[in-house]
């Protein structure tokens, strides 16, 4: 497959890479930061461009480039992402909190929109894959601006799929898990006064114990990428806790069903009368 992978420098995006390129695949990763090595060591399958992907005119020259090689894709995954402004909501930097959210959100949408028009369908079903998870279904304090764009990411995945499902492409959210990352120090470096007490000791035994499965969170997005995954669109699902890989079972079930979505629950579901 010839696949985008944004964040591809560091972190998840460049474990995911790496891995993606021992399976064979082709993949064009954009950061904003050179990677030479990777294409040093897979000259035949690896390209990359210099890119902001919150900056909507990178994104789309760095299009150009991709379509005059390749002429199309058949997956996007958008792996890039800040933490940003780490503190109480009503105490955190306006300006910094905004740009959190943005980085975020704008950084998902912007190539989503911009790629999506070289989605090759005519052999098979394209694939995106965004990631989510960082308190986009709970209450996460001190984290509000992250947060809030996961959660904003996980409704742009649920209505995308909504207005493209007569399409043939497959556009799906997931949560990696608690793995041990740069935003994992920089929850320690903000210490308990800002990050709060039980993020922060949540922080320091995730780096002591090694943090959850980076390989479970690879093998998911394998999964999606493959056709086993077809039809699968419009879901939240957690890499680490979730059947995801007997979910092609399902796919007729998922279909009808808000189940891995964000959804308001009712006082009936549990068991209350208000």
């Not at 904003?152 to 497959?170: H, Q």
Request: proline share 3%; hydrophobic share 40%.
């Amino acid at each position: 497959m010839k696949i985008i992978v944004t964040g591809s420098s560091t972190g998840i995006g460049r474990s995911l890479t790496l891995a993606l390129l021992s399976a064979g695949h082709q993949v064009w990763g954009l950061a904003r930061s050179a990677q030479d090595d990777l294409a040093i060591k897979f000259p035949d399958q690896f390209k990359s461009s210099r890119c902001d992907v919150t900056v909507w005119d990178e994104v789309e020259s760095v299009k150009k480039n991709i379509t005059n090689t390749w002429g199309h894709i058949d997956a996007l995954i958008t792996a890039a992402g800040i933490q940003g402004e780490i503190a109480p909501a009503l105490s955190a930097d306006p300006k910094a909190w905004s740009d959190t959210v943005r980085s975020n959100i704008d950084g998902t949408y912007f190539p989503i929109r911009c790629f999506s028009s070289l989605f090759n369908t005519t052999e098979h079903r394209a694939k995106v894959i965004c990631f989510s998870g960082g308190g986009a279904t709970k209450s996460r304090p001190s984290f509000s601006a992250y947060g809030s764009a996961k959660t904003a990411i996980v409704r742009l995945v649920e209505t995308i799929a909504e207005e493209e499902k007569s399409n043939a492409f497959d556009i799906t959210c997931i949560a990696p898990g608690a793995i041990n990352t740069r935003l994992t120090d920089e929850v320690i470096a903000k210490g308990p006064a800002l990050a709060g007490k039980l993020e922060y000791e949540a922080a320091l035994k995730q780096k002591a114990n090694g943090g959850q499965s980076l390989d479970k969170a690879i093998a998911i997005i394998l999964w999606l990428l493959s056709a086993a995954s077809d039809g699968i669109s419009g879901k939240l699902l957690s890499a680490q806790w979730d059947p995801w890989n007997s979910l092609e079972t399902h796919k007729e079930v998922l279909k009808t069903t808000d189940i891995y979505t964000l959804r308001r629950i009712l006082p009936e579901e549990r068991k209350n009368s208000f």
